[in-house]
């Protein structure tokens, strides 16, 4: 069993409202869910839409064929009923037009202002909308009453009642597989990593479609006791978070494309006076403003690169929320094992996703802390050492002991200097420490079968598209598997040479336009990839698509 | 002048003002009894902003103009550190403005000591946003045409509750101002006036000199009194506590930093547990 609903109308319509109680009403029943969200950089009106998919298995990715478009307004007809399947429903209010039969109208309006709330009109389409599944108002009570006072909650029951009684059900579902799992997003699991870490001190500066990171946290800053600062800009931001980060406590700044662009310097400050730091880097088409509220995988070299000199950064694209919960902990594991900046990389489609996962294991993470707790008297902040690595005391906690970091070159105290020799070992000494730190990096995840006739390749987000359409592939003729990277600098070869040797055909998959990720196994690994599925238009790829320009190229 | 915090080669040119303000600041932490690693020093970059090498306390030497977020933070995240920021005028007004305003704001109990030379220092001579109308340098051949920006009013109107101008030729006057910035609880800045023997030809120590007088029976109370006494300038220069007001500073915002600092404090498993759990 498998649905697929898009709900669309104008900012301000009460769409939210509505996915989100639809949202909940399937997850707390025990399906799962995938919930794309589109919709455009303006607080009112526009064309926005989410499209909720929901299953009694696991899903990973949205899907482009729809089974019932809810219309808000004629525009989301419009729009979309090019995708609506032959047994598909468009459910609308009576404004809408349409010639097509499939559109069934219900006078959602004036019901609801006979209720006595012309804002419960989208309540009488929910109404209606489970009803199409044949799904009652099980949890509907519940869900209302936590977000409304009693009247209004009253009044949108009434209204979902109405909606319920106008239509007849047309499509089957199964009984849900009950379990405590999460519906969540991205952004919401890098935030629960983050605190699971013990962070102690986010700061940043909002951008779509990173903000909600530090919307999420500020609203727990107190009960989970930890800093939550909105930075005067992204300088200040980064730069907070390395002076947190320089007296111990773990701290994270968060941005999208621009915004890192601005803590390009920064960046580099952590790098040399050796500041373990983790920056979520969103991305979102640019350059500059570019679009706002939608998804690109278009920084990847620019994360990797980012900043004038020569350090070590670790950057890890996210593959699905649970991936960025465990990441974003492992994150600063790295960061503070290595002393040095971890990037984790996600963009618009992961962020702003809400799916069901599994429930977050904390007996799963880890917080090793790396740090010197009993520093000699003749102590050194930048001791020169076998590994690179030179023991990390902090300030404060020793008499005797002092700790100096520095932004210029500087001798093992952290003292000024322009000594060549000094330049050298310290330029090598952070070299050592970041090629050990590979020994820490993660291959690529296997999808399908390894070592596979036609492989595919992706990073980050793009591994739940990925991940449905080599299932799908497979079920033809199974020949195909998927290597998607996570770990992605210093970028992890291993699997990808052996897969080379044996493969056919290799086809990259990436939401930019200059294949990023061939370019880097290229310079990596001097192997060249011929054939992309290159998407740029800020619109998430779809499994569907890929299948379709996969079979086309193979 | 005390050794506690040892003393170092520096790379100043001789006669510079910034020694007489290393001297003080040595004094004072001396005088306020506090241990070298007790002490977090944050300069940015320039030369003022090389003081934190020359002295031993923690230190962090971090970006042009970005002293104060570091800072900042560093104080937030442990405030049982005495945190000082030591950095010049160019960092702190210019390429640092933004932080500058929106720190006062912020008022965290850190004191910032300005090293203002009225000119780029460590870049050779540039003017600086403290440079005076008509200043000549090798880069205003035709003299400065853009306003000085007064860094005390422009402290006083965004509600700076310590406000204060000391001269670095004027050093027991300087370590009493310093005592008292340290002391205050909340964001306190000194904006000290320091000759460049290099390249400030105008603004120099007997300009200054001639000029500085410490102030006597002011109300430092007065907001509208500091205006006045803040924008006296040219023909006399105050010097002097020009503003104190008692204010709750940043991190009496959150209850929990009353118990202990930041640093020493987790996020239990229990309460991450119950977070991941409202996502069910
Ligand atoms: C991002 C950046 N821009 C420019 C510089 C070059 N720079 C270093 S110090 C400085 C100005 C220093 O003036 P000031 O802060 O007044 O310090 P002073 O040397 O006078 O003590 C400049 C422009 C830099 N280091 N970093
Ligand atoms: S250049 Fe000016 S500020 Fe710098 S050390 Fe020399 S005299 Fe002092
Ligand atoms: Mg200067």
Redesign the pocket.
């Known amino acids: 069993m498998e649905y697929n609903v898009l709900i669309g109308g104008e900012a301000g319509q009460g769409m939210k409202t509505l996915t989100s109680v639809f949202s909940q009403m399937i997850h707390k029943r025990g399906f799962y869910l995938f919930t794309l969200a589109d919709y455009m950089s303006r607080v009112r009106g526009g064309h926005n839409f989410f499209q909720l998919r929901f299953s009694d298995d696991k899903l990973y990715s949205h899907c482009e064929k729809l089974d019932v478009i809810i219309a808000l307004n004629q525009e989301t007809c419009d729009l979309h009923l090019g995708r609506l399947k032959e047994d598909g429903v468009v459910l609308a209010d009576t404004n809408v037009k349409s010639n097509d039969s499939r559109l069934v109208t219900i006078k959602a309006k004036e019901l609801a202002t006979e209720v006595g709330n012309v804002r419960t009109m989208s309540t009488v389409l929910l109404g209606a909308l489970l009803k199409l599944f044949g799904l009652d108002e099980e949890y509907l009570e519940e869900i209302f009453s936590h977000k409304f006072n009693e009247k209004i909650t009253n009044q949108n029951l009434e209204s979902y009642q109405r909606g319920q009684s106008l239509v007849e059900q047309k499509f089957k579902t199964s009984k849900g597989n009950k379990a405590e799992r999460l519906l969540i997003n991205g952004n919401q699991a890098i935030a629960l990593g983050a605190l699971a870490a013990n962070m102690k001190f986010y700061s940043a500066y909002p951008m779509t479609p990173a903000t909600s990171i530090m919307s999420y946290l500020v609203t727990k800053a107190e009960e989970a006791k930890i800093i939550v600062e909105q930075a005067e800009d992204e300088i200040a931001a980064i730069n907070m978070a390395i002076g947190a980060a320089s007296v111990g406590v773990r701290a994270m700044t968060g941005t999208s494309g621009g915004g890192f662009s601005l803590m390009v310097?920064g960046l580099g400050l952590a790098g040399i006076a050796e500041i373990p730091l983790v920056i979520a880097l969103v991305q979102r088409p640019g350059p500059a403003t570019g679009l706002p509220t939608r998804t690109e995988q278009a920084d990847l070299k620019f994360a990797i690169n980012a900043s004038q000199g020569e350090f070590g950064r670790i950057v890890i694209s996210l593959n699905s929320p649970e991936d960025a919960f465990y990441q974003t902990t492992r994150a600063f594991n790295l960061a503070e094992k290595y002393q040095l900046p971890v990037i984790l990389l996600s963009d618009q489609y992961l962020a702003d996703a809400t799916q069901t996962v599994n429930l977050f294991d904390l007996d799963k993470v880890a917080i090793e802390r790396s740090i010197e707790d009993e520093p000699s008297s003749d102590y050194k902040r930048y001791a020169l050492s076998e590994t690179g690595i030179s023991p990390r005391a902090l300030p404060g906690y020793h008499s005797g002991v002092v700790i100096n970091h520095d932004s210029d070159e500087h001798d093992e105290e952290g003292n000024i200097t322009e000594s060549a020799q000094v330049r050298n070992d310290m330029v090598n000494k952070r070299a050592m420490k970041f090629s050990l730190a590979k020994n820490d990096i993660q291959e690529p995840k296997v999808l399908g079968i390894e070592n596979p006739q036609i492989l595919l390749l992706g990073w980050g987000s793009t591994y739940s598209q990925l991940k449905d359409a080599v299932e799908l592939l497979n079920e033809n003729e199974r020949r195909y598997g998927a290597l998607v990277f996570g770990d992605i600098w210093p970028l992890p070869t291993k699997k990808f040479l052996d897969s080379y040797k044996t493969s056919e055909k290799i086809i990259n998959v990436e939401q930019n336009s200059t294949a990023q990720l061939a370019s880097l196994i290229k310079e990596t690994t001097g192997k060249d990839i011929d054939l992309n599925i290159l998407r740029y238009d800020g619109r998430p790829l779809s499994a569907d698509e890929i299948i379709e320009k996969v079979l086309e190229v193979e | 002048m005390s050794t506690k915090y040892a003393t170092y080669e520096t790379a100043w040119c001789p006669g510079c003002g910034n020694f007489a303000i290393l001297d003080a600041l040595k004094d004072t932490l001396n005088k306020l009894n506090l241990s070298p690693h007790q002490v977090l020093v944050v300069g940015?970059?320039?030369?003022?902003?090389k003081l934190p090498q020359y002295i031993n306390t923690n230190g962090f030497e971090g970006?042009?103009?970005r002293a104060l977020p570091v800072a900042i933070a560093a104080k937030i995240a442990n405030h049982n550190l005495k945190v000082i920021v030591n950095?010049?005028?160019?960092?702190?007004y210019?390429?640092g403005g933004n932080h500058f305003i929106h720190n006062i704001r912020r008022n965290v109990d850190i004191t910032h000591f300005v090293?203002d030379?009225q000119?780029?220092?460590?870049?050779k001579g540039?003017s600086?946003p403290t440079s005076g109308l008509g200043h000549v340098t090798d880069f205003t051949p035709n003299g400065v045409f853009n306003k000085p920006l007064n860094p005390l009013t422009m402290a006083l109107s965004l509600g700076a509750g310590f406000v204060a101008r000391a001269f670095s030729g004027e050093k027991d006057h300087l370590v009493e101002i310093m005592q008292e910035a340290i002391n205050y609880k909340g964001y306190a800045i000194v904006d000290i006036l320091q000759p460049?023997v290099s390249f400030n030809k105008v603004n120099t120590f007997a300009w200054y000199k001639d000029r500085v007088y410490k102030l006597k029976d002011h109300d430092y109370k007065d907001k509208v009194k500091a205006f006045e006494v803040a924008n006296i300038w040219d023909e006399e220069i105050p010097i002097g506590i020009i503003y104190k007001e008692e204010m709750p500073s940043y991190t009496d915002n959150f209850g929990f930093l009353k118990e202990k600092p930041l640093i020493e404090q987790d996020t239990s498993k229990e309460t991450v547990k119950k977070l991941i759990e409202d996502f069910i």
Request: hydrophobic share 20%.
């Open positions: 310097e | 940015g970059i320039g030369q003022a902003a970006l042009h103009g950095t010049g005028d160019g960092d702190s210019g390429e090293h030379n000119i780029y220092g460590l870049t540039q600086s460049c």
